[in-house]
């Protein structure tokens, strides 16, 4: 792990300190409750990303303290996008994934952003993906492992509480898939050199990294 939590938590609060309050807890929340550091050293080095469903860009504000050179940080809550960029190095755009016409990148990032698509769109999305990355790129996508029901209940009410006083998540419902059909759909879009890896040690949720590449 190429940053400790400690570290992590100090440059976010550097990072967001003239956030507005609300904003504030939700970044707190949602460092504590997801594990961020344990997936920086899946970007490449020195890679230049897209985040797709970026919220605050708190994720990308790490990665470019440690492993990228840029991100494009793309969210469409408004509220969030068009708050001050925490670094230099991120851009942020107020929009959905289609907004971004460079097709670029070394990685592409979804973290927590698709578990309130239907698989259709889903599927699109990761198409998408696929069109936008180099040869060699990784996309890396950070979910729920549903194998996990009791982890998946909590949540679901974390959301829920999310939804019901914090108001600044968009969408209802949730779809979640399989490791196994995770797997299929990202081989049947062309991807290659898939993996899987339950990173919930110590949390209360199911967390699941998932990581596959554009071959070259």
Sequence with gaps: MSIGYVRALRILNRAFGDYPASHRLHILIRFLTVPFPRT????????????IGSGHAAYARLVVEERAREVVAVD??????????????IRKVAGYDDCIRDTTFDAVVIYDA?????????????????????????????????????????AEFQEWLSDRFLRISLGTGFVYQTREEV??????????????????????????????????
């Design 40 to 51: 920086i050293d899946d970007v490449p080095q020195g890679a230049r990303v897209l985040e």
């Design 183 to 216: 797997e299929a759909m990202l081989r049947e879009l062309g991807f290659t050199s898939f993996a899987a890896r339950a990173i919930d040690r110590g949390y209360l949720h199911p967390h699941m990294i998932y990581t596959a590449t554009k071959p070259v």
């Design 114 to 154: 698709t578990y309130r698509m239907t698989l259709d769109v889903r599927r699109a999305l990761f198409a998408r993906v696929f069109e936008r990355l180099r040869p060699g790129g990784v996309f890396i996508w950070k979910d729920m492992d549903p194998a996990h029901p009791f982890k998946m209940k909590w």
């Design 76 to 89: 469409p809550d408004i509220r969030k996008s068009l708050l001050p960029t925490p670094s230099p190095k």
